[in-house]
C-alpha cells in the first residue's frame, strides 16, 4: 500500500480557470431555496451559483432574523483553501476582511499522561512530504510492532517545522512545491463576506423566519411556511440549520444518529482569551485536554488565534 498526500488547492485552482461544464440538473429545477444563512448557507449558495446561475437557475437564500450568530473563532482544515480556489478568491482578498490567519496544524495538548507524550502535533500534509512520508510509515509500523523507533509526525512533516518556527505556510516563488495550510477566522465576518460575494454572484437574499415546511403528495416539500406570512415555493431545498434540523428532521422525519457513545470528551466550554498572540499560537490550533470532576477526561478546549484576538473553547 502507497500512502500519498494529495493537494486538492491546485486542483481546484486549475479547474476554476477551465471552462464552466454545465451542471446536469434535472430541467424542472428551476428554483433552489437554501434555508439558512451563516457560513453554510453562504458557501452552499456559492458552491450552487459558481455553475447553475448562468443556466437560468434561481438561488435564494432564506434566513431568519430571529436566530442569532454563534460568533466564536473558528479553524479549518485545507478543504477551505479547495474552496476559495475553486471559486477564484484571492486569500489577499478575504482573509484581510475576516481576520484571518495561516494554520499548519493543531496542537492536542495533554491528551495522554505517557511520559514523553504528552502532547501531539498533527500536522497538514503537503506533496512535499511526500519525499518522507514512506519512513514516516515504516516507523509507526515497525513501532506498533515493538522496534523502539521514533515515531512522532514532528519530524517528518514540513508542517511541523514551520510551526515549531514560527513560520507561515507561504513558500517563495521559486519553491517547487506547494504547502498546504488551513486558517483561523472570525466567524462572523466570514458569513458577512460570503453573504457578500454570494449577492455579487447573483444569489437572491430573503429575510424571513421559516416555522415549518409543506409537503405534496409524494412526501417531498413542495413550500416553506414562514412567520411572516407569504410561503416561499422551490424546485429544490437545501437545510441549512445545524442541529434544528428544520427540512431534515423535523419536516422529513429523518432520524438523527448520535454518537453520544462514542464521543468521550463531550465537553467544550467558551471563553475568550486574551488578545495577546504568540507567533506559535498563530499557526496552529491548540486543543488541551479538560478534566472536571466527577467525570475525568470529558473534554477538552480549544484556542484558535486570529488578527484581533484569540478565541477559545
Known amino acids: 500500500m502507497t500512502i500519498t498526500a494529495t493537494l486538492y488547492n491546485n486542483t481546484a485552482a486549475d479547474a476554476a480557470r477551465e471552462p464552466k461544464r454545465r451542471s446536469a440538473l434535472p430541467p424542472a429545477v428551476r428554483r433552489i431555496v437554501v434555508v439558512g444563512g451563516g457560513s453554510a448557507g453562504w458557501m452552499t449558495a456559492l458552491i ?15 434566513e431568519s432574523p430571529a436566530v442569532g450568530i454563534i ?12 474552496f476559495f480556489d475553486s471559486l477564484g478568491i484571492e486569500e489577499s482578498e478575504w482573509m484581510p476582511e475576516c481576520h484571518a490567519t495561516y494554520k499548519c496544524g493543531i496542537t492536542f495538548a495533554g491528551w495522554s499522561t505517557k511520559p514523553g507524550f504528552e502532547r501531539y502535533f498533527h500536522p497538514f500534509a503537503s506533496m512535499l512530504d511526500n519525499l518522507t512520508m514512506t519512513q514516516f510509515v515504516h516507523n509507526v509500523d515497525a513501532r506498533i510492532n515493538g522496534t523502539e ?25 521559486h519553491f517547487p512545491f506547494d504547502i498546504w495550510h488551513g486558517y483561523h477566522f472570525d466567524s462572523v465576518l466570514l458569513g458577512q463576506y460570503l453573504h457578500k460575494k454570494a449577492l455579487q454572484r447573483g444569489v437572491r437574499y430573503l429575510t424571513a423566519h421559516v416555522t415549518h415546511a409543506n409537503l405534496d403528495e409524494h412526501g417531498a416539500i413542495a413550500s416553506l411556511g414562514t412567520r411572516e406570512g407569504p410561503a416561499i415555493a422551490g424546485d429544490l431545498f437545501v437545510d441549512c ?11 422529513l422525519k429523518t432520524p438523527f444518529v448520535s454518537f453520544a457513545e462514542n464521543l468521550f470528551n463531550d465537553v467544550g466550554p467558551g471563553r475568550f482569551r486574551s488578545p495577546s498572540v504568540s507567533a506559535m499560537a498563530m499557526f496552529t490550533a491548540r486543543s488541551s485536554a479538560l478534566r472536571m470532576r466527577p467525570r475525568p477526561n470529558c473534554g477538552n478546549t480549544w484556542v484558535c488565534s486570529i488578527r484581533t484576538r484569540r478565541h477559545g473553547t
Open 48 to 62: 450552487l451559483a459558481r455553475s447553475l446561475i448562468e443556466q437560468g437557475v434561481e438561488i435564494t437564500v432564506v
Open 71 to 82: 460568533g466564536v473563532g473558528e479553524g479549518s482544515t485545507p478543504w477551505l483553501r479547495g
Open 149 to 173: 523507533v521514533y515515531a512522532h509526525p514532528d519530524r517528518f512533516f514540513i508542517a511541523s517545522r514551520l510551526a515549531a518556527k514560527h513560520l507561515a505556510p507561504k513558500p517563495a516563488e
Open 241 to 251: 440549520t445545524g442541529f434544528a434540523g428544520l427540512l431534515i428532521t423535523q419536516a
